[in-house]
């Protein structure tokens, strides 16, 4: 089955403990993301990559780092974790298909989440 | 920097009753447009996606949306809603052109639909 994944579905942890939320898909998508989703701000672009060992920050990379080592996954690393990092996180991921002005143009399926709080 | 506007944020409509949800965008460009919906503990699952041609596009469960291009909208519609079409409905907007071949969404904050029985 087509699916995006991510580990763990939900995590409770403390200010500066290093944490790492891994996302993995298995539909050899060129194509990666990472979103957080805040009540009334809807979902904000933190980093994203095109593909292996090519990642870019998004809307909101402050606090985060990502890697893509393999294609198939693409885990979020927060390093010192901070309270205004409580969040619901989603990972995407989607072809990279060539479109106008050579850009990206393709839909981008989503894993289910995972729901962090920090303390 | 481009942005997505859904003004309403939560609508309550009895069953069979029509839906119509509003998105605007800031881009005068090019863009590609999505509505993906997202159903309580769920994650988000695209209703239907606008990338050229017809205006008009037909998504999974009777959705359907209009490109506006004038008015720079992409309404979400539906004749008769279900209660089990409650959920929380996002608009999205890829400009490929601005983002330098990111395949970057920007997301609306969401209308929260209750459909009462």
């Known amino acids: 089955e087509a699916q995006v994944t991510q580990n763990p579905r939900y995590l409770i942890t403390v200010t500066g403990k290093k944490l790492t939320v891994t996302c993995s898909q298995n539909?050899?998508?060129?194509?990666m993301s990472w979103y957080r989703q805040d009540p009334g701000l809807g979902l904000r672009q933190i980093y994203y990559s095109m593909n292996v060992e090519v990642t870019d920050k998004g809307d909101v990379p402050e606090g985060y780092k990502v890697s893509r080592k393999e294609k198939r996954n693409f885990p979020l690393i927060l390093e010192s974790p901070s309270p205004n990092q409580t969040s619901l996180y989603f990972c995407a991921s989607s072809w990279a298909f060539s479109g106008l002005a050579g850009a990206i143009q393709e839909t981008q399926y989503f894993g289910p989440g995972t729901r962090l709080l920090v303390l | 920097a481009q942005s997505v506007s859904q003004h309403n944020h939560h609508v309550i409509l009895s069953e069979a009753a029509s839906l119509e949800l509003g998105c605007n965008y800031s881009y005068g460009g090019t863009v590609n447009l999505f509505w993906y919906v997202q159903y309580p503990g769920q994650h988000l699952q695209l209703l239907l996606k606008?990338?050229?041609?017809?205006?008009l596009v037909k998504g999974i469960k009777g959705f359907e949306a209009e490109f506006i291009k004038s008015k720079f909208s992409f309404n979400l519609r539906k004749p008769s809603v279900q209660w089990s079409d409650t959920a929380e409905y996002f608009c999205a907007v890829n400009a490929p052109e601005r983002t330098g071949g990111g395949n970057k969404l920007t997301f609306g904050t969401g209308t929260q639909l209750k459909v009462e029985l």
């Open positions: 539909m050899n998508h060129e194509y």
């Open positions: 606008y990338f050229s041609g017809d205006p």
